[in-house]
C-alpha cells in the first residue's frame, strides 16, 4: 500500500495538470453548449416552420452522431476548408456542439412542463409572448432544468476523455504519458479513476446544494439515474 501511495505522490503532479486540462474543457464546452442549446430550445419549442425544422435538424444530427466523429471533423475537416484551430480550442468546440444539442432537450423539457396558462395569462395582462416567455417561463425553466441539466455536467468531465485522441493533455493523455514512462498500466489508470471519481463527486455534491436553494417546492424535474 506505501508504494502505491507513493506512486500516486510521484506521479501526481502531471496528473493534476491534466486535471486542470480537463476542468477547462468541461467548463468551455458547458458554456458553449448551454450559449448554443438555450436558443434551440426555444426555436424547437416556439419557432415556425424554417426555424423549426433547423433546430430539429440541428439536434437530431448531432444526438445522431458519435462524438468522436465530431471531434474529428473538427479538427481534421475544418483545416481543409482553411480553418485551423489548435487543439484545446477544437475540442471545447466539438464537445461544445455535442453537449448543445443534448441541453437544448433539456431545457425544451423544462419549459414545457411549465402550464401554458402562464403564459396566455401574462399576454391577457399585457405582455407581449416574447415578454411572458423571457420574464414568466425562461426564470422557472431554468430552476426546472437543473436536475437533468446536472448530469450533462458530470458527463462533460468524463466525456473530455476522448480529447486524447487529438493529443490534448488531459487527464486520460497524461495518464497514458505516465503510462509510457513507467510502464505501471493499472497503478496509474486506477489512480486516474480515483481523481474521476473524488472530482464528480465534489462536482455532484455543488450541484446538488444549488438544486436544493433554487427548487420549486413541489414542482421538480426528476434527475436520470
Known amino acids: 500500500m506505501i508504494e502505491h501511495v507513493q506512486f500516486f505522490i510521484k506521479i501526481w503532479p502531471e496528473l493534476f495538470k491534466g486535471l486542470v486540462v480537463s476542468l477547462q ?59 485551423l484551430l489548435d487543439r484545446i480550442p477544437a ?66 468531465v468524463k466525456y473530455t476523455s476522448v480529447a486524447f485522441l487529438i493529443a490534448v493533455p488531459e487527464l486520460m493523455a497524461r495518464g497514458k504519458m505516465i503510462i509510457s514512462w513507467t510502464f505501471k498500466p493499472l497503478e496509474t489508470l486506477f489512480w486516474v479513476g480515483v481523481i474521476y471519481v473524488i472530482i464528480l463527486s465534489v462536482i455532484a455534491k455543488i450541484v446538488d446544494i444549488i438544486e436544493r436553494k433554487l427548487a420549486i417546492p413541489g414542482f421538480q424535474m426528476s434527475r436520470e439515474d
Do not use: C, H
Open 91 to 156: 475540442a471545447i468546440i466539438a464537445l461544445g456542439i455535442n453537449s448543445s444539442a443534448y441541453q437544448a432537450e433539456y431545457f425544451r423539457g423544462a419549459i414545457l412542463s411549465i402550464d401554458e396558462g402562464q403564459g396566455k395569462a401574462a399576454q391577457a395582462l399585457g405582455m407581449t409572448k416574447q415578454q411572458a416567455i423571457i420574464n414568466i417561463i425562461l426564470p422557472q425553466a431554468l430552476r426546472l432544468v437543473l436536475p437533468p441539466w446536472s448530469n450533462e455536467v458530470i458527463y462533460m
Open 25 to 83: 474543457l468541461s467548463a468551455g464546452a458547458l458554456l458553449l453548449g448551454l450559449a448554443i442549446g438555450l436558443p434551440m430550445a426555444l426555436m424547437r419549442t416556439y419557432g415556425k416552420g424554417f426555424i423549426k425544422t433547423l433546430a430539429v435538424g440541428y439536434i437530431e444530427l448531432i444526438r445522431g452522431t458519435p462524438m468522436i466523429v465530431q471531434l474529428f471533423l473538427i479538427y481534421y475537416g475544418l483545416p481543409d476548408m482553411g480553418i
